[in-house]
């Protein structure tokens, strides 16, 4: 937990950003899951969503970063490589393990008292029970839904309400001859981060959910578990073949001597 301020420290940081009635403590957790939602993000990007001044902002940051709760990852630009590569914040593992990894430790012990007594066959079967209702309420509210890119943001959004914090990405490709089109599902949050870092069937089983969920086969990039920022799946949607450019000819003079006979 963070220190608190005395009250009439809190009120003025209250008013400085613009929150009337925050708690020092309060306004952090609202910083802190303003990152686990949008990280990597930048400061100024947290300031313009939270309605914070840049200085409270970078202050709250900083607190988070000395409790060990976030993490700075310097991000070259997206679009031209060059520059300096620019400060963005995301959720340490400590930060994550804030949000609701409640019996975790508990459920890690029994499964490793299950897989002395019964074997690994007996994890991953307990991993798929796991995601198979998961799959079935998943599917549910998919029926219907037209187009591979909607059918990903919808199993997104259901991935928020089940506290993973899901959003999508779209990601183009040039390769060759063609455009290669491609969504990337990602998650934020990991409610069972600690037990798929001890067992990652758990990330492999669920891997393969989204496959039957979307019909097509998606490869996971990166976990949460695995020591990545947020979980990230890519889902490829298609490919759009590029113009191919007309052959240049070039006229060839023939002499007299040369001209083939």
């Known amino acids: 937990m963070y220190s608190s301020k005395s009250n009439s420290e809190s009120g003025s940081d209250a008013a400085l950003v613009g929150v009337p009635g925050d708690t020092e403590e309060r306004t952090r957790d609202r910083v802190l899951n303003a990152v686990l939602e949008d990280g990597p993000v930048s400061a100024a ?27 700075v990852k310097l991000v070259a630009n997206q679009k031209t490589g060059a520059g300096r590569p620019s400060r963005r914040y995301v959720l340490s593992h400590r930060g994550q393990a804030k ?20 074997g690994e066959d007996a994890i991953r079967k307990f991993a798929s029970d796991r995601f198979a209702t998961m799959e079935a309420r998943y599917a549910k509210a998919l029926a219907g839904v037209e187009g ?18 899901g959003y999508t990405r779209k990601v183009d490709t040039k390769v060759a001859t063609a455009l290669m089109h491609s969504v990337q599902l990602c998650q934020g949050h990991c409610p069972i981060q600690d037990l798929a870092r001890e067992f990652p069937v758990f990330c492999d089983t ?6 039957r969920l979307l019909g097509v086969d998606v490869r996971r990039l990166s976990t949460l578990a695995g020591g990545g920022h ?25 002499t007299k001597q040369e001209r083939p006979r």
């Open 45 to 71: 990007e947290l300031g313009n969503k939270l309605g914070f001044t840049p200085a409270a902002v970078r202050r709250h940051l900083d607190a988070l970063s000395k409790a060990g709760l976030v993490e």
């Open 99 to 118: 949000l609701g990894n409640d019996y975790l430790e508990i459920a890690t012990d029994a499964l490793k008292v299950l897989g002395q007594a019964a």
């Open 148 to 165: 591979l890119e909607a059918r990903a943001e919808v199993l997104s959004e259901l991935l928020s309400a089940d506290g993973f914090v």
């Open 206 to 211: 669920e891997t393969e959910m989204f496959a």
């Open 230 to 254: 947020v979980c990230t799946t890519h889902i490829p949607v298609g490919r759009e073949k590029a113009p191919v450019r007309a052959e240049k000819r070039t006229r060839i003079q023939f």
